[in-house]
Antibody, heavy 123, light 110 residues
Framework: EEQLVESGGDLVQPGGSLRISCAAS????????MNWVRQAPGKGLEWVST????????YYADSVKGRFTVSRDNSNNTLYLQMNSLRAEDTAVYYC????????????????WGQGTMVTVSS | QSALTQPASVSGSPGQSITISCTGT?????????VSWYQQHPGKAPKLMIY???KRPSGVSNRFSGSKSGNTASLTISGLQAEDEADYYC???????????FGSGTRVTV
């Protein structure tokens, strides 16, 4: 069974840093692009970042560019999000999500999601 | 990166059909056939329901269908059931440097 499990969410002070993780199992992790999507309390989904399968290309929402860094360890099937200079507006549940492939082609959608990890930025 | 526009809420009775709209721009929804739709029950992770505007992943009920006209995509749920009560989000490919934008979300009440 394909599965994603996030961890590392915590309470952090404004201006602080945090790294969250996403452990993958049940699929060939290195073959798939991976994403972070967040959801502030009571709000909608917001795409945050994408990293390609090999990890050679990364993409960021304007709201986090320059502060967040996505990376992956394909030998350990783990996705990371390093978050620096955290702000109150970064408070959210952070989901990792896998790129959806159908007939061996990427379909620009996300088919497997984790349960999320809560990041709270507050003094 | 402005969120795509969805109605805040849509309601219907069991057995009825409802349609949720998702309005973007010529830079996202209108430029690509790459709108996806997600269902999210309270406290749960989102679930992929539609991809590439109108295609259903394996295992998704055929009561769910997608379409698009110009800068507006739509999700139709036919034969509405109690279990369809959830939040629904559209998502579109936008541009290569920041490739995805989600909609504002729609609460469906049955």
């Amino acid at each position: 069974e394909e599965q994603l499990v996030e961890s590392g969410g915590d309470l952090v002070q404004p201006g602080g840093s945090l790294r969250i993780s996403c452990a993958a199992s049940g699929f060939s992790f290195s073959r798939y692009g991976m994403n972070w999507v967040r959801q502030a309390p009571g709000k909608g989904l917001e795409w945050v970042s994408t990293v390609t399968g090999p990890g050679s290309s990364t993409y960021y929402a304007d709201s986090v560019k320059g502060r967040f860094t996505v990376s992956r360890d394909n030998s350990n099937n783990t996705l990371y999000l390093q978050m620096n200079s955290l702000r109150a507006e970064d408070t959210a549940v952070y989901y990792c999500a896998k790129h959806f492939y159908d007939s061996s082609a990427y379909r620009y959608a996300f088919d497997i999601w984790g349960q999320g990890t809560m990041v709270t930025v507050s003094s | 990166q402005s969120a795509l526009t969805q109605p805040a809420s849509v309601s219907g009775s069991p057995g009825q059909s409802i349609t949720i709209s998702c309005t973007g721009t010529s830079s996202d929804v209108g430029s690509y056939n790459l709108v996806s739709w997600y269902q999210q029950h309270p406290g749960k992770a989102p679930k992929l329901m539609i991809y590439e505007d109108s295609k259903r992943p394996s295992g998704v009920s055929n009561r769910f269908s997608g379409s698009k006209s110009g800068n507006t995509a739509s999700l139709t749920i036919s034969g509405l059931q109690a279990e369809d009560e959830a939040d629904y989000y559209c998502c579109s490919y936008a541009r290569s440097s920041a490739p995805y934008v989600f909609g504002s979300g729609t609460r469906v009440t049955v």
